[in-house]
């Protein structure tokens, strides 16, 4: 349920209308827009008649129920206002969200020595890159392949951000590990194997730094949602959601089925922002700069993209990755789009 404020509502009233709400059991979330403040009540509101919670202010606009079964995460629950995530880097806020600049993610699947992930940020910046993607622990579909190098591709990470101002996203597979991530990352994901890990969702929510959460490859986009849900439940607001592919009946072509049409159907249903990842999502480097295009021009807030120095070499998902040179030449082109639809900033240099 939500309470819509007058525009001009004094804070005196504001704050009146929260503590009568926590009085009654609910937990009050304030969302500041514009021109009006929302409060959100979180908690048992089945019982409440919103005609009757409209009259305990003149102030109060219209009370409403949220019917969405994800209550924070829903587009009803902040009156349709967007979410802006900041992330905090040495370079300065990154934001991502539908009212800034489409915000690139890039770097390898994961990393290998200290000299590959500080050369590959180093591109990947020169190109207009605001976050370098790496990651220390891999869950992987065999045993057998490479897992990551774990504690030490931290300390790695933490090299290349230092080298290169860069922000880090990496992601977290263990709770155990989630202190010493949070320590290193200014963004945890959470990835496709653990969207529905909900005891590490809470723990996930728990932490302040902002969550990247892709999609798993057979959820349904309400699934999602209630992922996203669980981790705002715990008291975290910036989830990012990640579209990564999904699971279909044709593999032959394509690692996985880049599902484009939820940004559409996620502008309806939530606030949140919405990154794609189109290099999981296909699974072949070649196709990644059309589905990186057609994202764009659909209207995704974030790209993730994978890029190594020598995919051949790649100790994990090389098939899937651009070369410096390929990732500089497609964020020249994505400029395109992104400035015919008013979310490209960044100054393109080409790489010499």
């Given at each position: 349920?939500?309470?819509?404020?007058k525009?001009?509502?004094?804070?005196?009233?504001?704050?009146?209308?929260?503590?009568?709400?926590?009085?009654?059991?609910?937990t009050?979330?304030?969302?500041?827009?514009?021109?009006?403040?929302?409060?959100g009540?979180?908690?048992?509101?089945?019982?409440?008649?919103?005609?009757?919670?409209?009259?305990?202010?003149?102030?109060i606009?219209?009370?409403?129920?949220?019917?969405?079964?994800?209550?924070?995460?829903?587009?009803?629950?902040?009156?349709?206002?967007?979410?802006?995530?900041?992330?905090?880097?040495?370079?300065?806020?990154?934001?991502?969200?539908?009212?800034?600049?489409?915000?690139?993610?890039?770097?390898?699947?994961?990393?290998?020595?200290?000299?590959?992930?500080?050369?590959?940020?180093q591109?990947?910046?020169?190109?207009?890159?605001k976050?370098?993607?790496?990651?220390?622990?891999?869950?992987r579909?065999?045993?057998?392949?490479?897992?990551?190098?774990?504690?030490?591709?931290?300390?790695?990470?933490?090299?290349?951000?230092?080298?290169?101002?860069?922000?880090?996203i990496?992601e977290?597979?263990?709770?155990?590990?989630?202190?010493?991530?949070?320590?290193?990352?200014?963004?945890?994901?959470?990835?496709?194997?653990?969207?529905?890990?909900?005891?590490?969702?809470?723990?996930?929510?728990?932490?302040?730094?902002?969550?990247?959460?892709?999609?798993?490859?057979?959820?349904?986009?309400?699934?999602?949602?209630m992922?996203?849900?669980?981790?705002?439940?715990?008291?975290?607001?910036?989830?990012?959601?990640?579209?990564?592919?999904?699971?279909?009946?044709?593999?032959?072509?394509?690692?996985?089925?880049?599902?484009?049409?939820?940004?559409?159907?996620?502008?309806?249903l939530?606030?949140?922002?919405?990154?794609?990842?189109?290099?999981?999502?296909?699974?072949?480097?070649?196709?990644?700069?059309?589905?990186?295009?057609?994202?764009?021009?659909?209207?995704?807030?974030?790209?993730?993209?994978?890029?190594?120095?020598?995919?051949?070499?790649?100790?994990?998902?090389?098939?899937?990755?651009?070369?410096?040179?390929?990732?500089?030449?497609?964020?020249?082109?994505?400029?395109?789009?992104?400035?015919?639809?008013?979310?490209?900033?960044?100054?393109?240099?080409?790489?010499?």
């Amino acid at each position: 349920m939500i309470i819509v404020m007058k525009v001009g509502s004094p804070q005196e009233e504001i704050d009146r209308i929260s503590e009568e709400m926590c009085g009654r059991g609910l937990t009050p979330e304030r969302i500041v827009g514009k021109h009006k403040v929302v409060i959100g009540l979180v908690g048992e509101t089945a019982a409440l008649d919103p005609l009757q919670l409209q009259e305990i202010s003149p102030w109060i606009e219209q009370v409403l129920r949220v019917e969405q079964p994800f209550k924070r995460a829903s587009l009803e629950f902040r009156h349709g206002q967007p979410t802006d995530v900041a992330i905090e880097t040495p370079d300065g806020a990154v934001h991502i969200g539908q009212n800034h600049p489409v915000v690139t993610i890039a770097g390898p699947c994961s990393v290998e020595n200290e000299e590959m992930i500080v050369a590959t940020a180093q591109y990947v910046k020169a190109s207009g890159a605001k976050l370098l993607r790496g990651g220390a622990y891999k869950p992987r579909t065999s045993p057998y392949a490479f897992q990551g190098h774990g504690e030490s591709a931290l300390g790695l990470l933490a090299a290349a951000r230092e080298a290169t101002g860069l922000g880090i996203i990496t992601e977290v597979m263990d709770a155990e590990d989630l202190d010493k991530i949070v320590e290193v990352a200014d963004v945890i994901q959470v990835g496709a194997r653990n969207m529905q890990n909900f005891s590490l969702l809470k723990k996930v929510g728990a932490q302040p730094k902002p969550v990247f959460l892709k999609r798993g490859m057979s959820a349904t986009i309400e699934e999602w949602l209630m992922a996203a849900e669980y981790i705002m439940a715990a008291g975290n607001p910036n989830v990012i959601l990640c579209e990564r592919g999904i699971r279909t009946f044709d593999r032959q072509y394509a690692r996985n089925t880049l599902d484009l049409s939820v940004i559409p159907v996620l502008r309806s249903l939530t606030h949140l922002p919405i990154a794609i990842d189109p290099s999981h999502g296909t699974g072949r480097a070649e196709y990644v700069p059309s589905m990186a295009m057609a994202a764009i021009a659909a209207g995704a807030d974030s790209l993730m993209i994978e890029v190594h120095p020598n995919p051949a070499k790649a100790l994990s998902d090389g098939p899937q990755s651009l070369t410096p040179q390929r990732f500089d030449r497609l964020m020249q082109e994505l400029s395109v789009i992104g400035r015919a639809v008013g979310r490209w900033q960044q100054p393109v240099v080409a790489l010499t």
